[in-house]
């Protein structure tokens, strides 16, 4: 016993508890704002140019990933990001002059708003947009349409690669 009366194996055990808590990295009002952004960030134009949401699925797989890589985080480390979901929220009256929170904003309005923090004098403004921007994108951007988009040929990052057949290959 060590460390108060607390084993080594126990506080092993406790690590590994922390690590297998799955999703509550975010609270709710902090996953819509992260759903807001990630609808913003993966939108597409249309056939006729108008913007597009990305599918459901993406912005689940997006969020959660998040929520998921913030629940196995340190608790002051989910506080800042609580922080930071506020911020975002909170600042489009003062980046883009649109008065109204971010996760109420237009679809354009958000795209106009993201564009505007990831292009600002401020490199915290923008570090705020990449704090939300990086883990999400990589996830949405793993598997599926999202994935074969970028030129990847497999399909998913962790899938196997399909080398061809010596008999495909029509010779030696």
Not at 42 to 66: M, Q, T
Not at 92 to 120: D, T
């Amino acid at each position: 016993m060590e460390d108060g009366g607390v084993s080594a194996r126990e506080r092993a055990a406790r690590r590994v508890e922390r690590w297998e808590r799955a999703g509550r990295g975010l609270s709710p009002w902090a996953r819509r704002v992260a759903w807001a952004a990630a609808e913003a960030m993966l939108c597409d134009e249309g056939e006729r140019g108008e913007l597009a949401p990305p599918g459901v699925e993406v912005c689940e797989r997006a969020v959660a990933a998040l929520d998921l890589s913030l629940g196995q985080a340190s608790p002051e480390t989910r506080r800042g990001f609580t922080l930071m979901a506020l911020c975002l929220e909170l600042l489009p009256p003062f980046v883009i002059g649109a008065f109204g929170r971010m996760s109420r904003l237009s679809l354009g309005r958000r795209l106009a708003y993201l564009e505007a923090l990831e292009s600002s004098r401020s490199g915290l403004l923008a570090m705020l947009l990449l704090a939300f921007k990086v883990p999400m994108c990589i996830a949405a951007f793993e598997e599926g349409a999202e994935l074969a988009m970028t030129g990847f040929d497999r399909d998913s990052t962790a899938a196997r690669r399909r080398l061809p057949a010596l008999g495909e290959r029509g010779g030696a």
